[in-house]
């Protein structure tokens, strides 16, 4: 079975840091791999994804995320924190062939000023 | 285009009641799942439908919980005999046809408190 692993349930950053937010996924084959961003008391909304092709992909909000097969990383980046990306990020992944979606169990990122 | 729709955002149900979460997924969107969030956790799959079919329920606990996804309506999330277990975050998504990468549009949530 497919498993997602956040490093770190709690990530506090300064405005204008960079922010890391790492995702490891558990698969022989290589899955599907989403970033969802959660506000408080919200649904999630999708940052980006990776598919296939270039492994370096770009999502909403200045965030980008690197698929590495070889580490079976999916790590998540944004160069500049601002004080309203403060959420809860997941990690997401689907096999190939099937609709559900195995998430992680997430990181709040803190902004602080 | 309105985004999915999940009704009633807050649910208060005493434990042994029935619970009825209602999602109605996005226009042009065949394809509904449900998910529940239990507090500090991630989302967990319980239920994949397709109009009138379930085609993945493999996170559905065995016994009281049920999904429907009718010809006409919204798709509804059951849970009979409510246990205080059962109190969590219970998200409807929804997705056009296509892969398994076709992004998936998410609800903003029933909260369940089982007291």
């Known amino acids: 079975a497919q498993s997602v692993t956040q490093l770190g349930s709690h990530v506090s950053v300064s405005e204008g840091a960079l922010v890391l937010l790492r995702c490891n996924y558990s698969?022989?084959?290589?899955?599907?791999l989403f970033w969802y961003v959660q506000y408080p008391n919200q649904g999630l909304q999708l940052l980006l994804k990776y598919t296939t092709g270039a492994t370096l992909v770009k999502g909403i909000n200045g965030f980008e995320a690197e698929f590495k097969k070889s580490e079976t990383s999916f790590h998540l980046t944004k160069p500049s924190a601002h004080m309203s990306d403060a959420a809860e990020y997941f990690c997401a992944v689907s096999e190939r062939g099937r609709r559900a979606l195995t998430f992680g169990s997430g990181t709040r990122l803190q902004v602080q000023p | 285009n309105a985004g999915v729709m999940q009704n009633p955002r807050h649910l208060v149900r005493r434990r042994g009641q029935e619970a009825r979460l209602r999602c109605s997924p996005m226009?042009?969107?065949?394809?509904v799942y449900w998910y529940r969030q239990l507090p500090e956790e991630g989302l967990k799959f319980m239920v994949y439908l397709q109009k009138e079919n379930i085609i993945d329920e493999s996170g559905m606990p065995k016994e009281r919980f049920s999904a429907e996804f009718p010809k006409e309506g919204p798709s509804i999330l059951r849970i009979q005999q409510v246990v205080r277990g059962d109190s969590a975050a219970y998200f409807c998504?929804?997705?056009?046809?296509?892969?398994?990468?076709?992004?998936?549009?998410f609800g903003q949530g029933t909260r369940l408190t089982v007291v």
């Open positions: 226009k042009g969107h065949s394809h």
């Open positions: 698969s022989s084959v290589p899955p599907y």
């Open positions: 998504a929804s997705s056009p046809p296509g892969g398994s990468d076709t992004e998936a549009f």
